[in-house]
């Protein structure tokens, strides 16, 4: 079976090193960027399984950017989780909104982020 691919999304070079380094531990095909340009970019060549986006980013919002996503704008299915330090409640309602697959908190560690992205693409099951 081919390694699911993740594309983290965050404009925080070390909350974007630190999951990349988690999701490749488990076996991900993971690549990173911190800007729309970069993402578009990405997608010409890369087509990621789950979009790993961090909320409030310079560049665009990651709620506009999960819209996109699902609209078909980047051509790719991708699965899509909301990564923010937002409280909970007020994720769990940008996600519904925005039609993200999934979301996790920050606040919750590295750990959270991880089983999130596993229970999402089914990785983390026997």
Known sequence: MRS??????????????MAQEVLRAEGFDVRACTALGEFTEILKHWRPDVVLTDMHMPSIEGT??????????????????LYSAAPED????????????????????????????????????A
Do not use: H, N
């Open 4 to 17: 699911q691919k993740v594309l983290v999304i965050d404009d925080s070079e070390i909350a974007s090193e």
């Open 64 to 81: 506009e950017l999960c819209y996109w996503i699902k609209s078909g704008g980047g051509k790719s299915p991708a699965k899509v989780i």
């Open 90 to 125: 007020e994720l769990e309602l940008f996600a519904k909104t925005s039609g993200a697959d999934a979301f996790v908190c920050k606040d919750r560690g590295m750990d959270a982020m991880r089983d999130v992205v596993l229970s999402l693409t089914g990785a983390g099951k």
